[in-house]
């Protein structure tokens, strides 16, 4: 916020120094609020994504601890927890991370920032979640591996 104040004290600071027309002041003055706001819609954005992917993470943790009293309520012995798997993992993490920085990316390169979001985001997530699939896809035959030798030993 202090950085937003800074960036519009130094621009009215050099159109009142500068001799210019009227029309000339306007649009310096126009272009100093677009990029304000522009730098406010993309950390809403941001901030957005994060709310979100909170949200996510606080329903599955509510979800397995419902699974937890379920399971302790119904069976007397203590049964394993299912865990999500890597490729999973990696795909929801690379996903959200690729959104982000999609959307973020493509509104700074676009001249229609909203259109130029909604693509980048699009091929961001795309990415992010390719990725981060075949990362977890990597440690889970990795994991299966270590696993398959322990039990020769």
Not at 16 to 25: F, L
Not at 71 to 99: C, D, F, L, V
Request: hydrophobic letters at 40%; one cysteine or more.
């Amino acid at each position: 916020m202090k950085k937003i104040f800074a960036i519009i004290i130094i621009s009215a600071f050099f159109t009142a120094c500068n001799r210019s027309s009227e029309a000339e002041m306007n649009a310096a003055k126009q272009n100093v609020l677009d990029s304000v706001n522009n730098a406010a819609a993309a950390s809403a954005a941001k901030q957005r994504t994060i709310d979100s992917m909170n949200q996510v993470a606080e329903r599955e943790r509510v979800i397995r601890i419902e699974q937890q009293q379920t399971a302790a309520a119904s069976t007397p012995e203590a049964e394993k927890k299912k865990k999500m798997n890597n490729t999973t993992k990696g795909a929801i993490i690379g996903g959200g991370a690729g959104a982000v920085t999609g959307a973020v990316a493509g509104a700074v390169l676009s001249k229609d920032k909203g259109k130029g979001a909604v693509i980048g985001g699009i091929i961001g997530a795309a990415t992010g979640a390719g990725v981060g699939a075949a990362t977890g896809r990597a440690s889970d035959k990795k994991k299966a591996k270590e696993a398959a030798e322990a039990e020769q030993k």
